[in-house]
């Protein structure tokens, strides 16, 4: 079955750090891939997302690129803002005809400090 | 609407009860899901819904959980008997079709004492 393993965190940066967040997946067939971010007393949002292999998405200075070859979609920033203090999911969507759920990792806590 | 509704928004129940959650999904989406968000157990998908049609219900937990769909829009997800396991954020979410994007509700916070 489908799978993704992320760092748990918690993690803490200071404002203007790089920030890396690692995920890996396992999965039957060629999935779509995803960071959806959850801000504090929000809904969860799509950060953004890769549908082939060596696509890099993009967002709010955020980028991924989908990795077929060490199943990976490893998140990051060059330089973190307090604002993008959140609670970040990795997720993959098998194309399985209309049927797109997603399967998460259990989410990565930000922390960031000015 | 503008997004997904889901209500209402916090539900405490005494074990044992019975409790019926709502969805409004974003209007002109065909694709509706319930997932479970818990401490112990991440972000989970419970059932999805194509128009009124449920073709994968691979992710509810037991028996005790079911869901209906009505005129292609408004979802209910219930639970009989509820225990306290059954605590959790209970989401919501739709999709327009295609590889469109996934939007989510803010959620239920489901508390059983």
């Known amino acids: 079955g489908n799978s993704v393993t992320q760092m748990e965190g918690p993690v803490t940066l200071s404002e203007e750090a790089f920030l890396t967040i690692n995920c890996t997946y396992t999965?039957?067939?060629?999935?779509?891939l995803f960071w959806y971010v959850q801000y504090p007393g929000e809904g969860l949002q799509l950060l953004l997302k890769?549908?082939?292999?060596?696509d890099k998405g993009s967002n709010k200075g955020f980028e991924a690129t989908y990795r077929k070859e060490t199943t990976s979609f490893h998140l990051e920033k060059g330089s973190v803002q307090v604002s993008d203090s959140a609670v970040y999911f990795c997720?993959?969507?098998?194309?399985?005809?209309?049927?797109?759920?997603?399967?998460f990792g259990k989410g990565t806590l930000l922390t960031v400090n000015p | 609407g503008a997004g997904v509704s889901q209500s209402p928004s916090n539900k405490v129940t005494e074990k044992g009860k019975d409790v019926e959650l709502r969805c409004d999904p974003i209007?002109?989406?065909?694709?509706l899901y319930w997932y479970r968000q818990s401490l112990g157990q991440g972000l989970e998908f419970l059932i999805y819904?194509?128009?009124?049609?449920?073709?994968?219900k691979s992710g509810l937990p037991s028996d005790r959980f079911s869901a209906e769909r009505t005129g292609g829009s408004v979802s209910t997800l219930t639970i009989q008997r509820t225990q306290q396991e059954d605590s959790a954020v209970y989401l919501c979410?739709?999709?327009?079709?295609?590889?469109?994007?996934?939007?989510f509700g803010q959620g239920t916070r489901l508390t059983v004492v």
């Open positions: 979410a739709s999709t327009k079709g295609g590889q469109g994007t996934t939007f």
């Open positions: 999965a039957t067939g060629y999935p779509s």
């Open positions: 890769a549908t082939k292999a060596d």
């Open positions: 997720a993959l969507s098998d194309l399985g005809g209309s049927n797109y759920k997603l399967t």
């Open positions: 209007s002109g989406h065909t694709a």
């Open positions: 819904f194509q128009g009124n049609s449920a073709p994968d």
